[in-house]
């Protein structure tokens, strides 16, 4: 099982280009994030999706969307990026949002938007 | 808001101590609470999770939680130069279906 990958591994972007980040995991697993994670700041929750078809928004959802593609994949989307969203990215994936459950996370995303 | 709350660091350690990170938390109801590691570069790994008052072993770890205090912390025994990394706390708020907070982590350093 190769758990939960990401591509791209890095990408720079110019301010308001798009771009969007892919996520796929085969465990098989119901529930899967999106987080940012800024130093000094650990991971902040962008959106989440607590199941094939639904989406929801997390702590620091503003410029970004996501779409949970089918149950493996779930990407997330900047429609024009900024400086502000430079950071590392990382999606995640568990076997279900609740009861608490293990979160599994992918190998991340280093973005800088110039 | 819900906060968590680390120390950032760096604790530094000799080898063979004991390492104790602390976490701080502004949700009394949170159930779930979480320890996670991540080396310079890499992605968080859970270490331990715990859900009831005391302690928790695992190995040379020991999450140790106190709901009353709001606070959770995790022992590391013996440390070794490849436990020098960040440790994030991750507490799951009430009513979080698992979308999780986490601490700015603190970073450990252990020195032969």
């Known amino acids: 099982n190769a758990g939960v990958t990401q591509t791209p591994k890095f990408q720079v972007l110019k301010t308001g280009q798009s771009m969007t980040l892919q996520c796929a995991q085969d465990?098989?697993?119901?529930?899967m994030y999106w987080y940012r994670q800024d130093p000094g700041m650990g991971l902040r929750l962008i959106y989440y999706?607590?199941?094939?078809?639904?989406?929801d928004k997390g702590e620091v959802p503003n410029g970004y969307n996501v779409s949970r593609l089918n149950k493996r994949e779930f990407s997330l989307r900047l429609e024009s990026a900024a400086p502000s969203q430079t950071s590392v990215y990382f999606c995640?994936?568990?076997?279900?949002?609740?009861?608490?459950?293990?979160?599994?996370f992918g190998p991340g995303t280093r973005l800088t938007v110039l | 808001q819900k906060e968590v709350e680390q120390n950032s660091g760096p604790l530094s350690v000799p080898e063979g101590a004991i390492a104790s990170l602390n976490c701080t938390y502004s949700?009394?109801?949170?159930?779930?609470f979480f320890w996670y590691r991540q080396y310079s570069g890499k992605s968080p790994e859970l270490i331990m999770s715990?859900?009831?008052?005391g302690d928790k072993e695992d190995g040379r770890f020991t999450a140790q939680l106190n709901k009353a205090s709001q606070y959770v912390s995790l022992l590391i025994r013996d440390s070794q130069p490849s436990d020098s990394a960040t440790y994030l706390c991750?507490?799951?708020?009430?009513?979080?279906?698992?979308?999780?907070?986490f601490g700015a982590g603190t970073r450990l350093a252990v020195h032969p």
């Open positions: 999706s607590a199941s094939e078809g639904t989406t």
């Open positions: 995640a994936s568990t076997r279900d949002s609740a009861p608490p459950d293990t979160q599994y």
């Open positions: 465990m098989n697993h119901n529930s």
């Open positions: 715990i859900y009831s008052n």
């Open positions: 991750a507490v799951n708020p009430s009513g979080g279906y698992n979308k999780l907070i």
């Open positions: 949700d009394r109801g949170s159930q779930s």
